[in-house]
């Protein structure tokens, strides 16, 4: 589903050329529960950028789903983003003026779906990670384990093919980070393919394979029950 060959990313800042992906070949296929493990500074994020089509490689081919990423324009960009992923963060996200629900229902305006439906489905995605008794709370009123929840259904919203999730835990304490393993592990059961970041040894134990970078190389792909 996801092939990446020979990616590379520099970043330039004024006349220094700041290299930080060298070489990147992997693939994830469809149903895989992946961790992205490694250092700070590693590379993690701006892998994840790319794959979430948020950020370019400066070369190297992606294919997501027969689709060449790097020949798609914007537009073209937005709509592989809006159909086929959904993004969770360490901060959550959230917009600090909308309730749990309009939250949710986000994602779904920009994906041009009609307004009782939208609620409809939020509604259901709020249910699946038990939060049916707060989808009225604004983000200031909910935990942190309860934020964080909230832009699970907001990444789910849109059935998406993949999540990708940024140290989804790294905010929260060991039991929100438990509850928000066990949906993971849920929705990949049901067959959604998940790319996670994390540094804890803990939280990648959830995942089948561990792909671990080091000075913006992969330096170990593991999969199969890894404790
Ligand atoms: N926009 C940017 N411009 C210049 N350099 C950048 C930019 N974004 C990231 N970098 C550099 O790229 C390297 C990798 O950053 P990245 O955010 O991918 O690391 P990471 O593995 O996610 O780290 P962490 O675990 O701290 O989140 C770092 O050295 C960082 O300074
Ligand atoms: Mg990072």
Same mark, same amino acid.
């Given at each position: &589903?996801?092939?990446? !060959? %020979?990616?590379?990313?520099?970043?330039?800042?004024?006349?220094?050329?700041?290299?930080? *992906? %060298?070489?990147?070949?992997?693939?994830?296929?469809?149903?895989?529960?992946?961790?992205?493990?490694?250092?700070?500074?590693?590379?993690?994020?701006?892998? &994840?950028?790319?794959?979430?089509?948020?950020?370019?490689?400066?070369?190297?081919?992606?294919?997501?789903?027969?689709?060449?990423?790097?020949?798609?324009?914007e /537009? %073209?960009?937005?709509?592989?983003?809006?159909?086929?992923?959904?993004f969770?963060?360490?901060?959550?996200? *959230?917009?600090?003026?909308l309730?749990?629900?309009?939250?949710?229902?986000?994602? $779904?305006?920009?994906?041009?779906?009609?307004?009782?439906?939208?609620? /409809?489905?939020?509604?259901? /995605?709020?249910?699946?990670?038990?939060?049916?008794? !707060?989808?009225?709370h604004?983000?200031?009123?909910?935990?942190?384990?309860?934020?964080?929840?909230?832009?699970?259904?907001?990444?789910?919203?849109?059935?998406p093919?993949?999540? *990708?999730?940024?140290?989804?835990?790294?905010? $929260?304490?060991?039991?929100?980070?438990?509850?928000?393993?066990?949906?993971?592990?849920?929705?990949?059961?049901?067959?959604?393919?998940?790319? &996670?970041?994390? %540094?804890?040894?803990?939280?990648?134990a959830?995942?089948? !394979?561990?792909?671990?970078?080091?000075d913006?190389r992969i330096?170990?792909?593991? !999969?199969?029950? *890894?404790?």
């Amino acid at each position: &589903m996801i092939s990446l !060959r %020979h990616i590379h990313k520099t970043y330039k800042q004024g006349t220094l050329e700041v290299p930080v *992906l %060298h070489e990147i070949n992997t693939n994830i296929e469809s149903g895989e529960f992946v961790s992205i493990m490694g250092p700070s500074g590693s590379g993690k994020s701006t892998l &994840m950028n790319i794959i979430g089509c948020l950020d370019r490689p400066t070369s190297g081919e992606y294919i997501l789903d027969a689709v060449n990423v790097l020949e798609a324009d914007e /537009a %073209h960009l937005a709509l592989i983003r809006n159909k086929y992923i959904g993004f969770v963060f360490q901060h959550f996200h *959230l917009l600090p003026r909308l309730s749990a629900v309009e939250n949710v229902e986000l994602p $779904l305006v920009y994906g041009g779906i009609k307004k009782s439906e939208r609620r /409809a489905r939020a509604l259901e /995605a709020l249910t699946k990670v038990g939060l049916a008794d !707060r989808v009225d709370h604004l983000p200031n009123q909910l935990s942190g384990g309860q934020k964080q929840r909230v832009a699970i259904a907001r990444s789910i919203a849109n059935d998406p093919t993949f999540i *990708l999730a940024d140290e989804p835990t790294g905010a $929260l304490d060991t039991k929100s980070g438990e509850q928000v393993m066990n949906i993971f592990t849920q929705l990949n059961k049901e067959g959604t393919t998940i790319v &996670m970041v994390t %540094h804890e040894e803990e939280v990648a134990a959830y995942s089948k !394979r561990r792909i671990v970078l080091r000075d913006g190389r992969i330096i170990e792909d593991r !999969r199969g029950v *890894l404790i």
